[in-house]
């Protein structure tokens, strides 16, 4: 029992082969042995990139906030004397998907709102930004008025829908993010390279040890 003992306490101190262990020495001489193709390849990718990221038409975007309307019922008030909101014309979630569908906009409910909803629109025409949006406003303009003269007929106030600010356009396009495209292109392309760089290796090994 003692014996096996010592004879598995040396095989545990018993160092790695060569074999066992990656010779750092041997990779650095693969890189350097493959430079070319390294290089040559991460060149390549990186100057495809460039040519996208300064050849793709740019794209803008524009936004418009909106806040929806309430309608109010004015034989109720609370401790303020303000009249108590009874329900907006639109629920911003439903509005969202049904403008997003009929305007072909996004749509969003900004967080912790219940009474807005943000509007954007992308392309490549900036000049067609704004109108676009303005016709997505008028559509939910024209929605809303249809709901405010059926309670203004019941005897309800209506705080009418209306635009928050400004419809904007960014003078600055959103893409292509050219400065982002190129240095992933360059990272892509090195790692690439690097990996069929070994590939190649580990080929040329293959036939030494069948030679």
Known sequence: MKNYSKEKELQNETPCTPQDTIDLRELWAVLVRRKK???GVTAVVTLLALIYAFTAKPIYRGGALVEIGEIIN???VVFNNKPTTIFYLDNPNTLKDI???AKQ???EV???TDNLLRLTYDSTDKDAITPHL???IDYIMQRHQTKAAHYQYKGAKVLMTQVV???T????PIKPKKKLIIIVAFITGLMLSIFFAFFLEFIKGIKNDDG
Do not use: F, H, M, R
């Open 134 to 136: 303005k016709s997505a």
């Open 74 to 76: 004015p034989t109720e």
């Open 99 to 101: 403008v997003t569908s």
């Open 37 to 39: 193709l390294i290089w």
């Open 165 to 167: 600010g400004k419809v």
């Open 105 to 107: 906009v996004n749509a």
């Open 169 to 172: 356009v960014d003078t600055e």
């Open 110 to 112: 900004p967080k912790k």
